[in-house]
């Protein structure tokens, strides 16, 4: 074997031993990270594959296995990141992701809770998505929101959200959150409006239209997102969901249940551990995605005592 050859082999050897190196320990950063036994998030995807998508009734990541939708509103994550608190979005992604969190609901755009332009969500989306996948966390965008408050086009508002969702494996999206509420403009109540929204977003990008109607029309996109019923007896409540299912054969999330709160108020709030247990049982069992929601997410702080016991709860249930 000559020089030159022998020269030639160690560096080919080298480049494939870094290359496998900086794999390897990429892979084990992001399985380090991750102290919730049992959990199955997704791995980052040098190829750029989908992390989550439909399947049936279920999710499927993009290692082929089914993705357990363990999900948290954290409504000003972009906002975070549009108005220079990067630093705290990505302490929440962290935190989240050490919990077995596997996706975060946040806002592209708001008035009443916070102020976010839809000019600004729209700049600020790709970076809150690089970061999230940098975690393993999947971003469920909730495109459309205090839409009466801003003069836009919807339109190009949701294309650009979805060309860019196109772009980051770990995206997927809700046209919008609530469309029928008051703080959402006249088209945006317009439920074939939202079916036609679905095609300015790329096939590839999992899609619900908005919170699902009395009459289903709002379940025609790729998933359905489902508020739960808020009174006395909303756990049991939740069986609600099995129909659902049945009916639409594609996943349903219930993205806004009851919420945790320090202290419980009647149809809206509830602070009791044991009753998130049974409702994340409940949500598991029936093959339900399951979002926790909670006082504190509305501007994306951390729990808590009483949030995290809640939440505690919750997950040790979906475990």
């Known amino acids: 074997m000559t020089a030159r050859i022998a020269a030639t082999l160690v560096a080919a050897a080298f480049v494939f031993g870094e290359h496998f190196r900086l794999k390897a320990e990429a892979t084990c950063s ?3 990270s991750r102290s919730f036994e049992g959990s199955r998030g997704f791995r980052l995807q040098a190829e750029g594959s989908r992390s989550l998508r439909p399947s049936g009734t279920q999710w499927i990541g993009a290692d082929g296995q089914p993705f357990a939708w363990r999900g948290i509103t954290a409504f000003r994550l972009l906002e975070f990141v549009a108005h220079g608190r990067e630093r705290e979005a990505d302490d929440y992604l962290s935190w989240a992701s050490s919990q077995g969190i596997t996706v975060v609901r946040v806002l592209a755009m708001a008035h009443v809770l916070f102020k976010l332009s839809p000019q600004d969500g729209v700049g600020a989306l790709p970076r809150l998505l690089e970061l999230a ?22 339109t190009q508002h949701v294309r650009a959200i979805g060309e860019i969702s196109a772009r980051h494996p770990n995206a997927v999206i809700e046209i919008a959150n609530e469309p029928y509420h008051p703080t959402q403009s006249r088209d945006v109540h317009d439920h074939p409006f939202l079916r036609r929204l679905r095609e300015a977003i790329p096939r590839d990008v999992p899609v619900s239209l908005g919170t699902l109607d009395d009459q ?10 489902w508020h739960s019923p808020r009174d006395g ?12 299912l049945r ?16 202290r419980a108020i009647p149809g809206r ?5 044991a009753r998130f247990r049974a409702a994340a049982h ?3 069992t029936l093959g339900l995605g399951a979002t926790f929601h909670y006082e504190g997410g509305l501007q ?3 729990p808590t005592r009483r949030e995290d016991e809640c939440l505690t709860a919750w997950l040790s249930a979906l475990r």
């Open 269 to 273: 709030r509830d602070n009791d551990p």
């Open 133 to 154: 996948q940098r975690r393993g966390v999947a971003v469920e965008i909730v495109t459309l929101a205090d839409t009466a408050h801003y003069r836009f086009d919807v």
């Open 30 to 32: 992001f399985e380090a």
């Open 247 to 262: 009916r639409y054969g594609k996943p349903v999330v219930a993205d806004e249940p009851m919420g945790a709160a320090d």
């Open 233 to 244: 007896d909303w756990v049991k409540r939740l069986e609600e969901g099995a129909p659902l």
């Open 282 to 284: 409940t949500l598991r």
């Open 300 to 302: 994306a702080r951390r």
């Open 216 to 225: 289903g029309e709002l379940a025609a996109g790729d998933y359905v997102t």
